[in-house]
């Protein structure tokens, strides 16, 4: 975790650094119109070397005070000082008039979080204050639908600050997007694919593109899928990048995880 950190930081020192960096991707995608993702959060960790804040993950925020992620974003401990959120970000090195910052009140990983099996890849944070509603920042609604499964071939679309090239560790200055087609479960958990390491369960979505152009990649986590205009994940894992047969791994935003969520935030008034 902490070399990862690292790595991420340095891409992004690189990135805010070379002001012609042309960043084209998610992988395989392209930079959003700015400000079309109003609900985007860029979670962001302090560095104490660097003296700069570096972004970790992607989130949505579900309330003034509530951002949704995954559970593997958390940070341990103490460390929850070196946390922050940012809202209404295009470019993260710019000094947007339309960003607004948070520190983290609280961290809360599902309770069955599971590292190994990476399933419950959930996780709330609540923002130290209320987040001004505005152009910029806006909120993501969650599913109405009782948390339904998304059929096989539905396209779905995601977005984040992550890595845009396969093998590389640079993230994206700008929010960048993607559309993905949802692939079968018991594919993404065949021998050819997964082969149940780690199992995809009825909780989870696997997302990609036959050809493993299109792809999240690190730093994407924790950014919302949206299918048919209803968030339905939260971008958890996957082998690599842009693999084919290792397609990304979403959490679905199933009944369980809504009645959790409801339970944490309260019902919506
Ligand atoms: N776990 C990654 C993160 O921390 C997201 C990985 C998504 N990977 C993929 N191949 N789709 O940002």
Known sequence: MKSLQSALFISLIVVSLTPTYNGVEIIGGREVKPHSKPYMASIQVYDKGWKSYGHWCGGALIRSGWILTAAHCELKGQEIQYLRVVLGAHSLSRNETSQQEFNIQEQHPHPQFNRETTENDI?????????????????????????????????????GWGVTTVGSRLLSDTLQEVELNVIDRNTCNSKDYYNRKPVVTKDMICAGDSKGRKDTCSGDSGGPLICKNMYKGIVSHGRGCADPKKPGIYTLISKKYLDWIQKIIGIET
Not at 136 to 146: A, E
């Open 123 to 159: 996780m709330l944070l609540q923002l130290s204050s209320e987040a001004k509603i505005n152009k910029y920042v806006k909120l993501l609604k969650l599913p109405k639908d009782k948390g339904v499964d998304v059929k096989p071939g539905t396209s779905c679309d995601v977005a």
